[in-house]
């Protein structure tokens, strides 16, 4: 069984910043592309930005230059730097993962149960 487990969420004021990190723990036999994403009150969940096992990452237009995404491939753990946040940031953010299992060696796709990050004006 996988469990992906996020933290950092929270409440922060316009400008500021918050990280958040997501740690993948359980029969992991391999982590290929891990993201984050977030679904806003009335909205479809969107991808804000994601990051190759090797490192090559991928921006919303709407985060670019102001979130930054890492991972380190030794802790099975990704995180996302969020700088500058805005109102429009406000949102629950979903840590995801495709990874495959020593039990079932295929790619899936994870989730994590979201964290909660609200920006004040």
């Known amino acids: 069984q996988v469990q992906l487990v996020e933290s950092g969420g929270g409440l922060v004021q316009f400008g500021g910043s918050l990280r958040l990190s997501c740690a993948a723990s359980?029969?992991?036999?391999?982590?290929?592309?891990m993201g984050w994403y977030r679904q806003a009150p009335g909205k479809q969940r969107e991808l804000v930005a994601e990051?190759?096992?090797?490192?090559?990452?991928s921006y919303a237009d709407s985060v670019k230059g102001r979130f930054t995404i890492s991972r380190d491939n030794a802790k099975n753990a990704v995180y996302l730097q969020m700088n500058g946040l805005k109102a429009e940031d406000t949102a629950v953010y979903y840590c995801?993962?495709?990874?495959?299992?020593?039990?079932?060696?295929?790619?899936?796709?994870?989730w994590g149960q979201g964290a909660q990050v609200t920006v004040s004006s």
């Open positions: 995801n993962a495709v990874l495959s299992t020593i039990r079932a060696m295929i790619l899936n796709v994870y």
């Open positions: 359980g029969s992991i036999l391999s982590i290929n592309t």
């Open positions: 990051i190759t096992s090797g490192g090559s990452t």
